[in-house]
Antibody, heavy 120, light 109 residues
Framework: QVELVESGGGVVQPGGSLRLSCAAS????????MHWVRQAPGKGLEWVAF????????YYADSVKGRFTISRDNSKNTLFLQMNSLRAEDTAVYYC?????????????WGQGTLVTVSS | EIVLTQSPGTLSLSPGERATLFCRAS???????LAWYQQKLGQAPRLLIH???SRATGIPDRFSGSGSATDFSLTISRLEPEDFAVYYC??????????FGQGTKVEIK
């Protein structure tokens, strides 16, 4: 069965950096696009970033463009999100989600999320 | 960017009742590429519906989706106790960005 396990969350000061990981199993990771989606405390879902199956195309929400970088290691079935210049408004649970296809579609499986808290 | 507006914000119903949730798009959703997700408290979202009306694998048939262009709905024919949750619509027809509605909470009356 498909499993997505996020890690790397924690407490970081404003302006700091954090790298999230998402370990994937139960499917052919290299054949599917992957997303990061976040949810601020008590709020709704916000799409953050997408990477195509082969890493050739990456897209970002305007709110994180220039600060966050999505990447993947298909040899290790792992998705990453490098977050720099963090702000208080980046505080959220970050989910990785599997795309139904290789190039950007709907999200058919989600991880349980990892909490990022940006606070001094 | 397509903005999705869900209504109502909260729906208060009893088990066994019918629930109808709405999602309106600021412009037509290409190919009716609209999905619905369910999120229970403290859990990750779960895909219910894609392509406006196709149930995802393992989703009970009491969940149904309909609509086209800018107006979509999710209907739960008879609410079970486990259906009380927050529901989000999402469009993937004009992405990036992938956008979500703000959510509808279905609570026990």
């Amino acid at each position: 069965q498909v499993e997505l396990v996020e890690s790397g969350g924690g407490v970081v000061q404003p302006g700091g950096s954090l790298r999230l990981s998402c370990a994937a199993s139960g499917f052919t990771f290299r054949s599917y696009g992957m997303h990061w989606v976040r949810q601020a405390p008590g709020k709704g879902l916000e799409w953050v970033a997408f990477i195509r199956y082969d890493g050739t195309n990456k897209y970002y929400a305007d709110s994180v463009k220039g600060r966050f970088t999505i990447s993947r290691d298909n040899s290790k079935n792992t998705l990453f999100l490098q977050m720099n210049s963090l702000r208080a408004e980046d505080t959220a649970v970050y989910y990785c989600a599997k795309d139904r296809l290789l190039g950007g579609y709907y999200f058919d499986y989600w991880g349980q999320g990892t909490l990022v808290t940006v606070s001094s | 960017e397509i903005v999705l507006t869900q209504s109502p914000g909260t729906l208060s119903l009893s088990p066994g009742e019918r629930a109808t949730l709405f999602c309106r798009a600021s412009q037509s959703v290409n190919n009716n590429y609209l999905a619905w997700y369910q999120q229970k408290l403290g859990q990750a979202p779960r895909l219910l519906i894609h392509g406006a009306s196709s149930r995802a694998t393992g989703i009970p048939d009491r969940f149904s989706g309909s609509g086209s262009a800018t107006d979509f709905s999710l209907t739960i024919s008879r609410l079970e106790p486990e259906d009380f949750a927050v529901y989000y619509c999402q469009q993937y027809g004009s992405s990036p960005p992938w956008t979500f509605g703000q959510g509808t909470k279905v609570e026990i009356k």
